[in-house]
């Protein structure tokens, strides 16, 4: 093996987002770097997972463990590079995202968008760079440049914590070794069911009819009023820790508090210190990288992968659920109001992400309702009455935990209470979306999700 060590491998996919990959590469990044004496090589994926393929090429030709690689598209095409390298050993890759994807959740992560005066501070940090530089870059074009930026001015990057599920039917649970058997799935991005999963594959079955964003919209009004049934048990990362619970009203991690089921039966294997959740769920969601799905829609505000580095917090999967029948305005609904009722609040508290992550704030009023309520008044005093609160005395209307790994096991609705289930359809909890790709549990089947181990140095890094 020979070359030259240092070289920038600058991976572009000219199909992603808005498929101006290519300009920008040629017509600004390589200026940049060519301005800069940096040496670089342009490697242009040439249909879905090429990415991967382009990785493992690029070891194959250099001598070293680290490698340096810029990536021009979106979350799509560095999870399919993320794929083709990670069984590799011993090498480290310090990446450069280019934020050229539609979504780019974790660019958008690392850098959230500013206003004109923070961007205008935040670029004044690299004036030094664009001194430098033969042409003048206007606002948009500094932001997009921030990671590369980073990397100029030699920014230490931050270590991107990489997440496998195993999809397993439950006869193939463990190999001989201990190992799990199933399809293996990686995500550096998301891991979700319910809802979220749903939408993601409902959106794709409209795609021909509906070419547009609007059919997220619809497929998001099909599955607004499911139910997700399943067992969840999330797990600390080992005997002294436990799992932890975000308490809005103290602005604190603390001892789980809406979640108190004690039963170990919904978990496999007795995990000490395991907390087991029982559904259904309408929408359930884990990362442990981002803090937002795109630039607006900040789904897990709580995660953060520079606190961590600041922190020096060991890594967590950040896990964001609804429980429908924790809310009272539903379970004291009449059956023939539960799916508009369950639809609507979905998108009520949903769309409290987009208010700065607002949803993780909302609980429930105070009030103790009983279930069966009789005494109903009009639609008015009604909402009043169930009307949510922000930060105030009651539980928190979206939970969410921290955990090292967690289990999610899709029940049959049969086992369930068909009560409870009036008025209301029962989705689909055996999808699983991992970075926007649908995958599918096996029937009495599994998921375990869990942060992959790593060598200290070693993996992805992401210049921030
Ligand atoms: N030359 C190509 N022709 C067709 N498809 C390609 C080519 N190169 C890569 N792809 C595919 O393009 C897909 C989309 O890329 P990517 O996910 O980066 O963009 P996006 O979906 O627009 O953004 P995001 O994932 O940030 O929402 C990738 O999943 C990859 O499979």
Same mark, same amino acid.
């Given at each position: 093996m020979s070359g030259n060590t240092d070289i920038l491998h600058i991976i572009v996919n000219p199909v992603a987002g808005h498929g101006k990959a290519s300009e920008f590469t040629d017509g600004t990044i390589v200026p940049i770097l060519q301005h800069l004496s940096i040496p670089y090589q342009i490697h242009t994926t040439s249909s879905p997972g090429n990415a991967g393929m382009i990785g493992r090429n690029i070891i194959s030709k250099q001598n070293t463990n680290v490698y340096k690689v810029a990536?021009?598209?979106?979350?799509?095409?560095?999870?399919?590079?993320?794929?083709?390298?990670?069984?590799?050993?011993?090498?480290?890759?310090?990446?450069?995202?280019?934020p050229f994807g539609t979504a780019n959740a974790l660019f958008s992560s690392l850098f959230p968008p500013l206003s004109s005066s923070e961007n205008s501070?935040?670029? $004044? %940090?690299?004036?030094?760079?664009?001194?430098?530089?033969p042409t003048k870059l206007d606002e948009e074009n500094q932001y997009q440049l921030s990671s590369l930026l980073s990397y100029l001015s030699k920014s230490s990057p931050i270590c991107l914590p990489i997440t496998q599920t195993v999809l397993s039917s439950s006869s193939a649970n463990a190999n001989n070794n201990g190992e799990d058997n199933g399809e293996n799935i990686l995500s550096h991005v998301?891991? $979700? %069911?319910?809802?979220?999963a749903s939408i993601l594959n409902d959106s794709e079955a409209l795609r021909s009819t509906h070419p547009g964003v609007e059919r997220f919209k619809i497929a998001a009004k099909q599955n607004s009023s499911k139910l997700f049934h399943a067992n969840v048990s999330l797990h600390p990362s080992n005997n002294d820790e436990i799992v932890e619970q975000w308490d809005p009203r103290e602005s604190k991690w603390v001892k789980p508090f809406t979640s108190i089921n004690n039963d170990n039966a919904s978990s496999p294997k007795e995990i000490k210190n395991a907390i087991n959740i029982n559904g259904p769920f309408s929408y359930f969601l884990s990362t442990s990288s981002v803090d937002r799905l795109?630039?607006?829609?900040?789904?897990?505000?709580l995660t953060s992968l520079r606190q961590k580095q600041e922190d020096n917090d060991n890594q967590h999967i950040y896990v964001t659920i609804i429980r429908p029948l924790r809310d009272p305005l539903i379970t004291s609904a009449k059956t023939e109001d539960r799916k508009e009722k369950t639809s609507n609040r979905a998108f009520e508290v949903i769309g409290n992400a987009y208010s700065n992550g607002n949803h993780v704030n909302l609980t429930y009023p105070a009030y103790k309702f009983s279930k069966n309520e009789e005494n109903k008044t009009d639609d008015e005093a009604e909402g009043e009455k169930y009307s949510l609160e922000v930060k105030g005395e009651g539980e928190p209307v979206v939970e969410v935990y921290r955990c090292s790994s967690f289990e999610w096991i899709p029940v049959d609705i049969a086992d369930n209470d068909k009560k409870e289930n009036e008025g209301l359809d029962i989705g689909n909890s055996n999808l699983v979306c991992a970075d926007g790709a649908i995958h599918s549990i096996p029937a009495d089947g599994t998921a375990r999700v869990r942060l992959e181990d790593r060598k200290e140095g070693q993996g992805f890094y992401v210049y921030a």
């Open positions: 990536i021009v598209g979106g979350d799509g095409t560095f999870h399919e590079f993320i794929e083709g390298v990670n069984e590799l050993q011993g090498i480290r890759w310090e990446v450069i995202l280019l501070s935040r670029i $004044s %940090t690299y004036q030094s760079i664009f001194d430098k530089l998301v891991l $979700s %069911t319910s809802l979220h795109e630039p607006s829609f900040v789904i897990s505000p």
